[in-house]
C-alpha cells in the first residue's frame, strides 16, 4: 500500500489544512456533544472519523456540511471562516447515512438535481450527469426510480449525486453501513478509486475499524465527544496512545500492573506477584507507575517447549481454541487467572494441529513487540 | 382456497351487493318508470302475481323519457354546470387553507401532534346540520360578523354574504376542511427530513427545496384529499339549500326539490344517476392515485 511519493501532507508544516476546527464546542442544550476540539484535514486526504454510537461523529459532520453551528469555537474550511454560511453556500456535498434519494425522481434526475441548481446549461448537466453515471457503473438505470434498485446502487447513486457538484469536500456518514460485507468490500475500494480519480477530499464516519483502516489516509478515533488519537492506520495499530485505542482498533490482549522506565528506553512492567516482569516499548509520555501492556494476539508465539532466547515468556493452558478458517487464536489461561490470545497463521493441515484443550503452552513475544501505556 | 377464506373475501363483495348495487338497481329502475299520481308515486309497478306475462308488460312500459326531459330542459344541464363549477372551486379553495394547516402540524413538535390532530376532528362531535345553522348567525345581515364589521367601523353598511355563492364556499371549506387536512397531513408527516436536508446540501434554498421535494411528495395527500373534498361537494345539498338561498343552482338542490316538493320521483332517479355517472370518473381516478401512491411507497 506504500505509494510512489507518500502522501503525508500532515506531517509537512508548509501545507494549509483544507478544514480546520479550532476549539470547537457543541451542546444541545446542557448535554455537551462535542467538547473542546482542535482537528486539521488536508486536501486530497481520506479522513476516518471512527467511534463508538453517540460519540459525536455524525454532530462534526453536521457541522461541516453547516447544518449545526458550533455553539463556541471556529471552523474554516478552504481558509474561509464557516460560521454563518448556510449549508447550500457551501463547496461541501454530504451523502447521508440513509442515502436520501428522492423517491419521485428517476437515478438521472437525482444525480442533476445539484448541478440544476448553478448555472450549468443543459448539454453540461447532461454531460456530467453521463460521466457520473460511468464513474458509478450506474448507466443502466438512470431511467429507474430510486426504488426499483438495490441497496447498493442506491448507495452508489447517492455517492454520484454527492460527487457530480464537484466539490471541494465530501462528507460520508457511514455510507456502507446497509450493504453485506462483500459488497461492502468492493465498495470501499471503489471508493478509494474514485477518491483518487476526482482528488476530492473525503471525510467519511464509520463504527467499523476495518473499514477505517482501510479507506483511510488518517483516522481519528474518537470517544464522548473528544478526539482521542489522530494517525494513519499503521501507526493506529500499531502505536495507540491509549488502551482505549488499542482496545477499539482490532483485537488485543491487556495486562495491568506497574510500570518503570529502564536504562535502555524500555519499560518493564511487574504484573503479577513473583512473576519476570515483562518488557515492551514505552508508550508516549510513560512516567512509570500505573501502566497497561497492551500487544497484538499475532505478534504472541505459542509454543509447547521453553523457548531459549526471548525474555518474554509465560506459561499457561489453553483454554479455547478459535479457527477462523486462515487463522486460529488461542486462549491461554496464565496461573494467576489473566487470559491471553495468541494468534497464527494455519499454513498447516487441520488433522496435523499442534495443541488441544487443556495443554500447557509457553506464550512468549520480542522486547519491543508490546507497548506499555500510562493508564 | 377454503371456505372460510372464500367467506372472508365474499363479505366486501356481499356489502357492496347489498348497499350499492341493489340500490342502484332500484333507483334506475325508478328513473325508467313514468309519474303517476298513486302509492309509490310512480308506474309501472312489478306485479309477480301475473307470472311471466306481468314481468313483460312491466318491461314494455319502462323507457328513458326522463333522460331526455333532462337533455331538453337546460335547468337540469345548468345545475350540473353549476355544481362542478362550485365543487370545483370550493376544493381549490380548500386546498388552500388545507395545505398550509396540515404542513403547520406536520412541522410542530411531536408532542403537540396528536392535540392538533383532535382539534381537527373535534368539530365531528357537534351534528353537521347545527353547525351549518350556526354559520347563519355568523353570516347573516344581522349576524356575528356583521355585527363585528360595523362595530370596528370597517363598513357602514352591513355585508350581504347569506344567500349568496360566497357563504356557500364557506360552508363547503369548513365542512370538508378535515377531509383535506388529514391526507395531506399523514404525507407531510412521513417525509424524511433528510431529503430536505439533502436538496439544501445541493445548493437549494428552503423555499426551492419545499417546491421541489415537499410538493411533489405530497402529492398523493393533496389528491387524495381534493377528492374527498370534491366528491360529496358535487352532491352537497344541506350547504346551497341553508346558506345559498334561492340564488345558487346546485344539482343536489334540485334533486331534493324534485323529489320532496314536486314528488316527482322518477326525474329525480334520473337526476341521481346521471350525478352517479359523472362521479364515477373522478372515482376511478381516485382509485388509480391511491393505488400508485401505495406502489412508489412498496
Ligand atoms: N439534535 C440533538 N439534540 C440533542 N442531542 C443530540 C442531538 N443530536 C445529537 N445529539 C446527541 O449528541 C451525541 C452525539 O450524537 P451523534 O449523532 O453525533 O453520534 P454518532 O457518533 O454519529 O453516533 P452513531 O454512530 O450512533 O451514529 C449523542 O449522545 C446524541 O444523543
Ligand atoms: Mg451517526
Redesign the pocket.
Known amino acids: 500500500m506504500t505509494a510512489a511519493v507518500e502522501f503525508a501532507p500532515w506531517t509537512d508544516p508548509t501545507e494549509t489544512p483544507l478544514i480546520r476546527f479550532e476549539r470547537v464546542v457543541k451542546r444541545?442544550?446542557d448535554?455537551t456533544?462535542i467538547e473542546p476540539l482542535n482537528l486539521s484535514i488536508y486536501r486530497k486526504e481520506f479522513f476516518a472519523l471512527l467511534?463508538p454510537?453517540?460519540?459525536?461523529?455524525?454532530?462534526?459532520m453536521r457541522m461541516l456540511a453547516g447544518f449545526e453551528a458550533p455553539s463556541e469555537g471556529t471552523i474554516t474550511i478552504g481558509g474561509r471562516d464557516m460560521a454563518g454560511i448556510p449549508p447550500n453556500k457551501r463547496e461541501v456535498n454530504m451523502m447521508f447515512q440513509s442515502y436520501a434519494l428522492f423517491p419521485h425522481l428517476s437515478v438521472w434526475d437525482n444525480i442533476a438535481f445539484g448541478l440544476k441548481r448553478g448555472d450549468m446549461s443543459k448539454e453540461e448537466i447532461a454531460a456530467r450527469v453521463d460521466d457520473m453515471l460511468r464513474l458509478t457503473r450506474l448507466d443502466r438505470f438512470a431511467k429507474r426510480k430510486p426504488h426499483q434498485i438495490s441497496g447498493g446502487q442506491k448507495q452508489r447513486v447517492a455517492l454520484a449525486r454527492a460527487l457530480a457538484k464537484a466539490p471541494k469536500l465530501l462528507l460520508l456518514d457511514?455510507p456502507l453501513g446497509a450493504l453485506d460485507k462483500k459488497l461492502r468490500q468492493d465498495t470501499q475500494f471503489e471508493l478509494m478509486d474514485i477518491q483518487e480519480k476526482t482528488e476530492t477530499t473525503f471525510v467519511i464516519?464509520t463504527?467499523d475499524q476495518e473499514e477505517a483502516m482501510t479507506v483511510a489516509s488518517r483516522v481519528a478515533v474518537m470517544d464522548n465527544g473528544k478526539i482521542v488519537q489522530v494517525d494513519t492506520p499503521p501507526k493506529i495499530y500499531e502505536t495507540p496512545n491509549s488502551t482505549y485505542v488499542a482496545d477499539f482498533i482490532g483485537d488485543v490482549n491487556l495486562l495491568h500492573g506497574r510500570a518503570e522506565i529502564r536504562a535502555d528506553g524500555l519499560a518493564s512492567l511487574a504484573w503479577a506477584e513473583g512473576a519476570t516482569p515483562i518488557k515492551g516499548t514505552a508508550g508516549e509520555g510513560l512516567q512509570g507507575g500505573e501502566a497497561s501492556f497492551v500487544i497484538r494476539p499475532e505478534k504472541v508465539t505459542i509454543t509447547a517447549s521453553k523457548p531459549k532466547d526471548r525474555t518474554n515468556v509465560v506459561k499457561g493452558k489453553i483454554l479455547d481454541i478459535a479457527y477462523l478458517g486462515n487463522l486460529s487464536t488461542y486462549h491461554v489461561e496464565l496461573p494467576g487467572g489473566q487470559v491471553l490470545k495468541a494468534q497464527t497463521a494455519n499454513n498447516r493441515r487441520l488433522s496435523r494441529r499442534d495443541f488441544t484443550w487443556e495443554d500447557e503452552v509457553y506464550l512468549s513475544w520480542t522486547d519491543t513487540a508490546g507497548l506499555v501505556l500510562a493508564r | 382456497m377454503n371456505f372460510a377464506r372464500r367467506t372472508l373475501i365474499g363479505i366486501p363483495y356481499i356489502w357492496l351487493l347489498l348497499l350499492f348495487l341493489v340500490p342502484f338497481g332500484i333507483i334506475f329502475k325508478i328513473s325508467l318508470s313514468d309519474y303517476a299520481v298513486s302509492i309509490p308515486p310512480y308506474t309501472p309497478t312489478l306485479d309477480l302475481a301475473q307470472g311471466w306475462a306481468g314481468l313483460r308488460d312491466f318491461l314494455s312500459q319502462l323507457d328513458f323519457e326522463n333522460y331526455i326531459w333532462l337533455s331538453e330542459d337546460d335547468l337540469y344541464w345548468k345545475a350540473y354546470l353549476s355544481s362542478v363549477k362550485i365543487a370545483c372551486i370550493s376544493t381549490l379553495l380548500t386546498l388552500l387553507v388545507g395545505f398550509p394547516v396540515a404542513y403547520g402540524m406536520a412541522k410542530s413538535a411531536p408532542e403537540w401532534r396528536p392535540m392538533l390532530m383532535m382539534l381537527i376532528i373535534l368539530p365531528f362531535w357537534t351534528s353537521f346540520l347545527i353547525r351549518v345553522y350556526a354559520w347563519i348567525g355568523i353570516l347573516s345581515n344581522e349576524g356575528f360578523l356583521n355585527q363585528f364589521l360595523l362595530w370596528t367601523g370597517v363598513i357602514s353598511d352591513p355585508l350581504q354574504i347569506m344567500n349568496t355563492s360566497t357563504a356557500v364556499y364557506i360552508g363547503i371549506v369548513y365542512t370538508y376542511l378535515p377531509f383535506m387536512i388529514l391526507p395531506i397531513y399523514a404525507t407531510l408527516e412521513r417525509l424524511d427530513g433528510s431529503l430536505l436536508e439533502a436538496a439544501i446540501d445541493l445548493g437549494c434554498s428552503r423555499t426551492k427545496a419545499f417546491w421541489l421535494v415537499t410538493v411533489p411528495l405530497s402529492r398523493a395527500g393533496v389528491i387524495a384529499g381534493c377528492f374527498l373534498v370534491f366528491i360529496p361537494a358535487l352532491g352537497e345539498i344541506v350547504i346551497p339549500s341553508l346558506l345559498g338561498g334561492s340564488g345558487t343552482l346546485m344539482i343536489g338542490k334540485v334533486l331534493w326539490e324534485e323529489f320532496f316538493s314536486n314528488r316527482d320521483w322518477p326525474v329525480a332517479s334520473a337526476v341521481a344517476i346521471i350525478l352517479l355517472l359523472l362521479l364515477v370518473v373522478p372515482i376511478m381516478l381516485f382509485q388509480r392515485n391511491q393505488e400508485k401512491a401505495q406502489e412508489a411507497e412498496g
Do not use: N, Q, R, W
Not at chain 1, 454510537?53 to 462534526?60: A, H, N, P, V, Y
Open positions: 444541545f442544550g448535554f456533544a467511534g454510537s453517540g460519540c459525536g461523529k455524525t454532530t462534526l457511514e464516519v463504527h
